[in-house]
């Protein structure tokens, strides 16, 4: 399983950006994808998971602000991240994993990741 995030940059607060996860290998529709990050100094943590086409979750910090999505024919997963704060600043990556997990989601449960994009929110 291979995947490739992209989409990262610098952006102001308030503004938005799409991160995009593309997966080969595995189909994202019968798979697991999250989102995580790890600011510097930070432990990596969970921001969003899409879970095979059936549900998603989100990090109380990203509630109603991000959006977690799926374009099956693409294979791509995606992070839309609106009104982004300071705070947000990270690098982000995409991960995969075959069945969900009630106890989900550490970064530990994840075996299968992608390279990090960095998202840099001025204030």
């Known amino acids: 399983v291979q995947l490739q995030a992209s989409g990262g940059g610098l952006v102001q607060a308030g503004g938005s950006l799409r991160l995009s996860c593309a997966v080969s290998g595995r189909t994202v529709s019968t798979s697991v994808v999250g989102w995580f990050r790890q600011a510097p100094g930070k432990e990596r943590e969970f921001v969003a998971v899409s879970k095979y086409s059936t549900g998603t979750r989100y990090a109380d910090s990203v509630k109603d602000r991000f959006t977690i999505s799926r374009d099956n024919a693409k294979n791509t997963v995606y992070l839309q991240m609106n009104s982004l704060k300071p705070e947000d600043t990270a690098v982000y990556y995409c991960?995969?994993?075959?069945?969900?997990?009630?106890?989900?989601?550490?970064?530990?449960?994840?075996?299968?990741w992608g390279q990090g994009t960095q998202v840099t929110v001025s204030s």
């Open positions: 991960a995969s994993r075959i069945n969900w997990i009630v106890s989900c989601c550490r970064s530990s449960d994840f075996a299968s």
